[in-house]
């Protein structure tokens, strides 16, 4: 608890509370309240969240800082003995066990209990722990409160333009105690209209049972001396305005009090009417807000006809205060200036910013993903399938079936082709090494380049450079042998003439009968001619031939040669082998996981040690 703070007095430019709930938004309007009041430290020590512990990023001003997060009360306070206030967003459910906890702490002082619907004898046993230590409860059923320029409870008065229209951030001379936390809003705003502005608010809730009372918080005012007016804002039901009464007509209350009771309007009704809050329902004649009003004057109170006349009889009882010279108005001070979020700003629409990343192909932010345009609801209605989605997400077109149809041949085709090449061998040895499955397949993936895989890329690349130059395929062989460079997409280690791969087989025969263009296959048919001429098995294989046909699957729907190129140099076309390879590789590593393999380790009798018999000597 703050030392050296007079018992009236709740909050000031020190006060620190420790917020139960992780309340976000809250949390940040409290800061921003801090920042425009020109505290030194935020207002906010630390926040319990009982299913996380850590820390909460949010913004002090144009700063970013850290606010420490624990999953209890104990350690809250423990770690910050200086916060003596704790506003409380726990359930209804919850709200009684946290705010006993709270009030059982020799630290915390005041605590507002936000929620609603707090079970009444729950409420009546807080209220007793509080009168017998000393302590202070706002709420059920409250917005919470406010003092002006040091210190806001949660979302109390608004937002930062009402709070800065009202002259919050800075103390006035006036202070409220209201049942309505949505009224003293309003309250706020007239006094502010009226006055110098307010030094204190308080809304001590709406349930019939709140947890300190008019009395109590105008007691507290009566005693400080910075304050020089009261202003209460009862309503129907209730009889809390009645010790305000028997306090006035005692002499208690020496400073000018205005005073008006809301639900006047309760009498037209035929029957009884409860008007929002628990509290608010007259449940015998003295509990209307007539009677109220009516004994409330009686007493001394300065009471207004209806409610339309509550702000004037605020100025009036200000203006003779200021001319007494009892009360010196309070300065006005211009506020900083608070950075508006870049959330509100972007909603706004009155900020702009280059953006880092350019998404064409997909988009999350609606009601449905969408890919290229089109709905994930409808590419499972209208049957894009694998090949489909390849189309619009890779070449952003709504592709023929004859193209989504080869494009799945490719990728059924590529899935596997035993243990033993490079990429399906190293997923096996990650794999057999106690890895997990994505960094088993990584490391198959990291295989695929210009010897394993790379063929796709590298057969689409000199075809297309030599049949879009206008080159002969003889001069393309006779060329690529002059530079010493092997044709990518020739040659077979097995295949052969006579003993052709079917996988080429399959894909020759479907693209001569679906394909529309088939400049690029048959422009390496005639290359394939002279090389088999030589050697049985320079043959096309599959990476070649799923290289050139990609390129003319590419042309048949509306590309241009020199696009086509483009997506050569992209790499795009190794990323169909990538794609459908790790099916493959993934099956291989689930398989070794099933069979729980050990640890490989590569045989000595298949290793040729060639090591000298010593090293050379350097002199």
């Known amino acids: 608890m703050a030392k050296n703070k007079p018992d009236y007095i709740l ?61 209890t009360l104990t350690e809250a306070v423990k770690n910050h003995p200086k916060a003596d206030v704790m506003v409380n967003f726990s359930s209804f459910r919850s709200a009684y066990p946290t705010s006993k906890e709270a009030l059982e702490t020799k630290n915390i002082r005041t605590i507002a209990i936000i929620a609603e619907g707090v079970p009444e004898l729950r409420s009546k046993e807080l209220i007793q722990i509080a009168n017998k230590k000393n302590k202070w409860i706002i709420g059920p059923a409250t917005v919470g409160g406010i003092a002006g320029g040091a210190f806001r409870i949660g979302n109390t008065a608004g937002t930062l333009d009402n709070i800065i229209s009202s002259r919050l951030h800075r103390p006035g001379s006036i202070a409220y105690v209201s049942k309505s936390g949505g009224l003293s809003n309003e309250l706020n705003n007239i006094i502010a209209r ?10 001590i809730g709406g349930d019939r049972y709140p947890g300190s009372t008019f009395i109590q918080h105008i007691m507290r005012y009566e005693k400080n001396p910075e304050i020089k007016m009261i202003v209460i804002l009862g309503e129907v039901g209730g009889t809390d305005e009645y010790d305000v009464v028997n306090a ?25 009417v409860q008007f929002g809050h628990a509290g608010a329902r007259a449940g015998a004649s003295q509990e209307t807000a007539d009677a109220k009003n009516q004994a409330l004057k009686k007493a001394g109170a300065i ?39 870049y959330a509100m700003a972007l909603k706004e629409g009155i900020i702009r910013r280059p953006k880092q990343f350019i998404s064409t192909i997909s988009d999350d932010r609606g009601e449905e993903l969408r890919y290229c345009g089109i709905t994930i609801s409808d590419v499972f209605k209208k049957n894009y399938g694998l090949g489909g989605v390849i189309g619009l997400l890779w070449f952003k077109k709504k592709l023929p079936k004859w193209a989504t149809d080869y494009l799945e041949m490719v990728v059924l085709l590529t899935a596997d082709h ?6 399906a061998h190293n997923a096996i040895v990650a794999a057999r090494a106690g890895k997990d499955i994505i960094s088993s397949l990584v490391s198959g993936l990291l295989t695929i380049g210009p010897r394993f895989g790379g063929a796709v890329q590298g057969s689409a690349d000199h075809f297309t450079s030599y049949l879009y130059r206008g080159e002969k395929p003889s001069f393309m062989v006779k060329d690529m042998k002059s530079k010493n460079v092997n044709i990518q997409g020739i040659g077979h280690r097995i295949k052969s003439v006579t003993n052709p791969d079917v996988r080429v087989e399959i894909l020759k025969k479907y693209a001569k009968k679906h394909f529309p263009n088939t400049e690029t296959l048959d422009y390496a048919l005639e290359v394939e001619k002279l090389t088999t001429a030589k050697r049985g098995n320079l043959i096309l294989n599959v990476d070649g031939c799923i290289g050139v046909l990609t390129c003319d699957m590419l042309r048949s729907i509306g590309y241009s040669r020199e696009e086509i190129r483009e997506f050569v140099q992209l790499g795009i076309l190794n990323a169909l082998f990538i794609l459908g390879r ?38």
Not at 54 to 66: A, K, R, Y
Not at 593 to 598: A, E, I, N, T, Y
Request: hydrophobic share 35%.
């Open 248 to 272: 006035l007509k005692k002499g208690k209350i020496k400073k000018p009090l205005v005073a008006w009771c809301i639900g006047t309007c309760a009498k037209v009704f035929p029957a009884e």
């Open 11 to 71: 909050f000031d430019k020190d006060t620190q509370a420790i917020v139960f709930g992780y309340q976000q938004r809250a949390i940040q309007r409290m800061l921003d309240f801090d920042y425009i009041c020109r505290r030194e430290k935020p207002s906010v020590a630390s926040i319990v969240n009982p299913t996380r512990e850590g820390w909460h990023q949010c913004f002090w001003g144009t700063e970013e800082i850290l606010i420490p997060m624990y999953l």
């Open 418 to 423: 035993g243990p033993a090449v490079s990429g």
């Open 582 to 619: 790790s099916i493959g590789f993934m099956g291989h590593i689930i398989d070794q996981k099933r069979l729980k393999s050990r640890l490989y380790r590569h045989p000595w009798d298949d290793i040729l040690y060639m090591m000298p018999k010593k090293p050379d000597e350097v002199k």
């Open 303 to 341: 009471v207004p006809a209806s409610f339309d006349g509550f702000d004037k009889k605020i100025k009036q009882t200000y203006t003779k205060l200021v001319k007494s010279g009892k009360l010196i108005p309070k300065p006005d001070v211009e506020p900083p200036r608070i950075p508006l979020d």
């Open 194 to 203: 009226n006055t110098d502005g307010v030094y204190e608010g308080v809304a």
